[in-house]
């Protein structure tokens, strides 16, 4: 069984930074896509980044693009969001997700995904 622990969040004013954290436990090697999802009251869960571990290969929704950076740290069995220039529109309460399976094209269904953290909460202020 997996586990996954987000931390980071916070409040940020616009234009700021933040970099968020996910540790994995309790899981056995293999490959696997791990997501970072965001989501505001009364909306559905998006897909923000993902990280295939086998390709090599990062997603990003375009409106993040050239701003956030989704990265691993397999010594530390950890995901990480790096968030910059950041919006108003980016406050929302952030999952880490995985599953043991290549992210693909279908990376921000939030279907594919087993495994969720408890999220942490992101605040942008104008």
């Known amino acids: 069984q997996v586990q996954l622990v987000e931390s980071g969040g916070g409040s940020v004013q616009a234009g700021g930074s933040l970099r968020l954290s996910c540790a994995a436990f309790g899981y ?8 970072w999802f965001r989501q505001t009251p009364g909306k559905e869960r998006e897909g923000v980044a993902a990280y295939d571990h086998d390709v090599g290969s990062t997603y990003y929704a375009d409106a993040v693009k050239g701003r956030f950076t989704i990265s691993h740290d397999n010594a530390k069995n950890t995901l990480y969001l790096q968030m910059s220039s950041l919006k108003p529109e980016a406050t929302a309460m952030y999952y880490c997700a995985a599953h043991y399976s290549w992210c693909g094209g279908t990376w921000n269904f939030n279907s594919r995904y087993r495994y969720w953290g408890q999220g942490t909460q992101v605040t942008v202020s104008s």
Not at 28 to 35: A, I, K, V
């Open 28 to 35: 056995t090697y293999s490959g696997y896509c791990m997501g």
